[in-house]
């Protein structure tokens, strides 16, 4: 099958080409675990702090990806969940323990790091951790609500945030503009504040329906009750902290920071970052239930999904977009057609 493997671990500014295109023999499904032929796989920030070491694969090579939609290709002995054919989704939680703090769990692996992910023709996972896909999504629509949806959904949960509330978001890529109109959809007699570096997204914020978006460090019509950051950097920490309301909460949406700004800590103050009862809060990892539950809610409204699609082989020029900035919405890689013909 084909698939991008990343070999060893560097900075992309050393490599811009940190993925390699190879044959590899196709995966058999073990007990409780099903065959799946790849059709698309989104690109996460995640992978770039694979790529870089934040959060390095334990062994190398590894196939990244980990927002995985396909169809059933094959099933394990003992599996009963899915039928042949039918189509499914995967997210970055690959197996865990089954208990609801299965995201804390020192048995969760994650998908495309610990294991085989989604940028290749076929991948195994156990099909506990497998997601029917709603039918008002195309297979390059589903792709995002996979990760940057399921993970947005329990940050917006870990927000606290009531009816009439104001929520911030900082960085408004793959997942900030899913939890805009899931948030505009729970809590729709609120505000919804958008911080973001480039006019493009702001403009994007507003098209989605935000109440107002503004650079990182501009101050908002009023003090948000929540702010979630999705940025990798440490500056819209501080700036959040700064605007955010006394009693309000920080959620984190980010596996890891990078280094680049975070000398700007040493000018943290206690009065106005964190004085007055403020909270942080950061999200680790995802669980099946954040995923099985998020996954019809977006269907309901339904989320409009931005996307911009790549062939497999360009997995490297989808990554070095995301890497710059470069985004609106999210970006996908195309493994398959949406019957499931390679």
């Known amino acids: 099958m084909r698939a991008m493997i990343l070999s060893e671990v560097a900075e992309f500014s050393d490599n811009?080409?940190?993925?390699?295109?190879?044959?590899?023999?196709?995966?058999?499904?073990?007990?409780?675990?099903?065959?799946?032929?790849?059709?698309?796989?989104?690109?996460?920030?995640?992978?770039?702090?694979?790529?870089?070491?934040?959060?390095?694969?334990?062994?190398?090579?590894?196939?990244p990806g980990h927002e995985v939609v396909g169809r059933v290709q094959k099933l394990g002995e003992g599996c009963r969940r899915f039928d042949v054919g039918e189509r499914v989704g995967v997210g970055w939680i690959h197996?865990?323990?089954?208990?609801?703090?299965?995201?804390?769990?020192?048995?969760?692996?994650?998908?495309?790091?610990?294991?085989?992910?989604?940028?290749?023709?076929?991948?195994?996972?156990?099909?506990?951790?497998?997601?029917?896909?709603?039918?008002?999504?195309?297979?390059?629509?589903?792709?995002?609500?996979?990760?940057?949806?399921?993970?947005?959904?329990?940050?917006?949960?870990?927000?606290?945030?009531?009816?009439?509330?104001?929520?911030?978001?900082?960085?408004?890529?793959?997942?900030?503009?899913?939890?805009?109109?899931?948030?505009?959809h729970l809590y729709p007699g609120g505000r919804v504040f958008v911080f973001a570096?480039?006019?493009?997204?702001?403009?994007?914020?507003?098209?989605?329906?935000?109440?107002?978006?503004?650079?990182?460090?501009?101050?908002?019509?009023?003090?948000?009750?929540?702010?979630?950051?999705?940025?990798?950097?440490?500056?819209?920490?501080l700036s959040a902290l700064a605007c955010l309301r006394p009693g309000g909460r920080l959620v984190i949406n980010a596996i890891r920071k990078e280094a680049a700004d975070r000398h700007l800590l040493a000018d943290i103050s206690y009065e106005t970052h964190l004085w007055r009862e403020k909270e942080v809060k950061t999200v680790a990892n995802v669980t099946a239930r954040d995923i099985e539950e998020f996954l019809p809610v977006a269907a309901s409204i339904p989320l409009h999904v931005e996307t911009e699609c790549f062939p497999l082989e360009q997995a490297n020029r989808a990554l070095a977009a995301l890497r710059s900035g470069s985004v609106r919405g999210a970006k996908v890689l195309r493994i398959a057609d949406e019957s499931g013909a390679q």
């Open 16 to 63: 811009a080409d940190p993925l390699q295109l190879t044959d590899l023999e196709c995966p058999e499904p073990d007990h409780g675990e099903i065959l799946i032929a790849v059709s698309v796989c989104g690109v996460c920030h995640t992978e770039l702090d694979e790529i870089e070491g934040r959060t390095a694969p334990p062994r190398l090579p590894v196939v």
């Open 95 to 184: 197996s865990s323990s089954g208990r609801d703090d299965e995201n804390l769990s020192d048995s969760f692996l994650a998908t495309g790091r610990d294991v085989n992910g989604g940028y290749a023709e076929f991948m195994t996972v156990p099909e506990r951790y497998a997601y029917p896909i709603p039918e008002v999504f195309s297979d390059e629509e589903a792709a995002p609500l996979l990760c940057a949806g399921g993970v947005g959904y329990r940050s917006l949960r870990l927000a606290n945030l009531r009816d009439g509330e104001v929520l911030g978001l900082t960085g408004f890529g793959g997942s900030g503009h899913l939890v805009l109109q899931l948030a505009r």
């Open 197 to 237: 570096r480039s006019a493009a997204e702001r403009q994007f914020a507003l098209q989605l329906g935000a109440d107002w978006s503004g650079d990182t460090d501009q101050k908002p019509p009023a003090a948000p009750h929540a702010i979630i950051d999705t940025t990798p950097a440490w500056r819209p920490v």
